[in-house]
């Protein structure tokens, strides 16, 4: 952040603070010592500069993050935090970060949504983003090629990268789901959604920074596959409880950004379909990662829920999908029990869909927002985009 030519305000600083202590605390308490090997109990003290005001706020920060991680959050407040880089403790770096001329801020993942999001942002004459990553270990290369390839516009990477000690029996254990990722990306784009608004003189005065998070209506509402993915198998990123939460706690600080996620009445597919450079869009589509296990082999699978939906959206569109895929075909899939899991739950939840309330399906994952309108057209993404996954499963070959 000290490459940043920007002021960040105090409360988006200790915001952000809040967000590396709670990854670290994800990823340093395993959920295989909690009860039921999922949920955990997780007391945790962050040092702020404004412990009163984050007092008053830990009830609606402990249920966003209960909701996001899927654990029991108990927040303390205590103060001396670090405060936000200065002018001065820029001197004698190499490497700076200018806003120029941003008026909005975009999460960009490397993902396929957050691609077809940035080129939205760009292309738009009213619209000037600044990207920002969150590096995880792996991700950065993938970003920086995607970014090559785009239209230049600032851009600001992190990689928090949480050490745990060295113990009597080697390095501490860490836990991989690490759901409370999530809240720092988002922390991260609100603290250069900060620093434009106090450069645009938005701090004292009416306007808002909007801070864009680009995911399709149906990976953000997630409405879960199978009764047992409605904890430890669905994540919450982009959903609209989520956002809200962390959205009063910005309101609440006063700190002048809007969340908003763009695409949340649109499928992958009407994402990809209806970018608005189309050409673009199509050309970088399959250089962009969707699977939630590439790690593993550095090559997406082919199977998981995110890679099919990727791959329905790509059939949807007539978009020639020139990923490589682990394992691409469906039929093989199929014959093989250690892999077809998230397969079946696909199937399970398209065929269960046709006779049960697509609300009853969605609410499982979380509450709607109470504007009728909005609800219905949540409600239609999820149908459309089941629509899409059954429709490209039939493609390969394998009933839906």
Request: aromatic fraction near 6%; hydrophobic fraction near 40%; charge should be positive.
């Amino acid at each position: 952040m000290r490459r940043l030519e920007g002021t960040i305000s105090p409360k988006a600083f200790d915001f952000l603070s809040i967000a590396l202590s709670a990854v670290t605390a994800d990823v340093f308490v395993p959920r295989a010592s909690s009860a039921n090997g999922f949920s955990r109990a997780i007391e945790l003290t962050t040092s702020v500069q404004d412990p009163a005001f984050w007092k008053a706020q830990a009830s609606d920060l402990e249920e966003a993050l209960n909701f996001l991680t899927g654990d029991r959050w108990e927040m303390t407040f205590v103060g001396e935090g670090r405060s936000a880089p200065t002018a001065a403790s820029r001197k004698g770096l190499r490497q700076r970060t200018k806003l120029l001329d941003s008026n909005c801020v975009c999460l960009f993942s490397g993902g396929l949504d957050s691609l077809l999001g940035a080129i939205d942002l760009i292309e738009d004459a009213n619209r000037s983003p600044f990207l920002v990553s969150r590096e995880s270990t792996g991700d950065k290369m993938y970003q920086t090629n995607l970014r090559a390839l785009l239209p230049s516009r600032p851009h600001l990477g992190a990689n928090d990268a949480p050490q745990g000690p060295e113990g009597q029996y080697g390095a501490y254990p860490r836990e991989d789901t690490t759901r409370a990722r999530s809240l720092l990306f988002l922390a991260m784009g609100v603290c250069v959604a900060s620093a434009i608004a106090e450069r645009n003189g938005l701090l004292s005065a009416a306007g808002q920074v909007p801070l864009y998070i680009p995911e399709n209506g149906f990976i953000a509402l997630n409405p879960p596959l199978s009764p047992r993915r409605v904890g430890a198998l669905s994540t919450r990123t982009a959903h609209p409880e989520f956002l809200s939460g962390i959205q009063r706690i910005l309101d609440a600080g006063s700190i002048p950004v809007t969340i908003e996620n763009p695409f949340r009445h649109k499928t992958k597919g009407e994402m990809l379909r209806g970018n608005s450079n189309a050409p673009l869009a199509r050309s970088l589509a399959s250089n962009t990662v969707s699977c939630g296990r590439w790690k593993r082999k550095r090559m997406q699978c082919g199977h998981c829920v995110p890679c099919l939906i990727r791959r329905a959206a790509f059939h949807a569109s007539n978009v020639t999908d020139g990923t490589q895929y682990w394992l691409g075909d469906l039929k093989q899939v199929m014959n093989k029990p250690d892999r077809r899991a998230d397969l079946l739950s696909v199937i399970y939840a398209i065929r269960r869909s046709r006779t049960e309330s697509i609300a009853r399906w969605v609410i499982r994952a979380g509450t709607l927002p109470i504007n009728s309108n909005e609800r219905a057209q949540l409600l239609q993404v999820v149908e459309r985009g089941r629509d899409e996954l059954a429709v490209f499963i039939r493609s390969q070959g394998v009933a839906a």
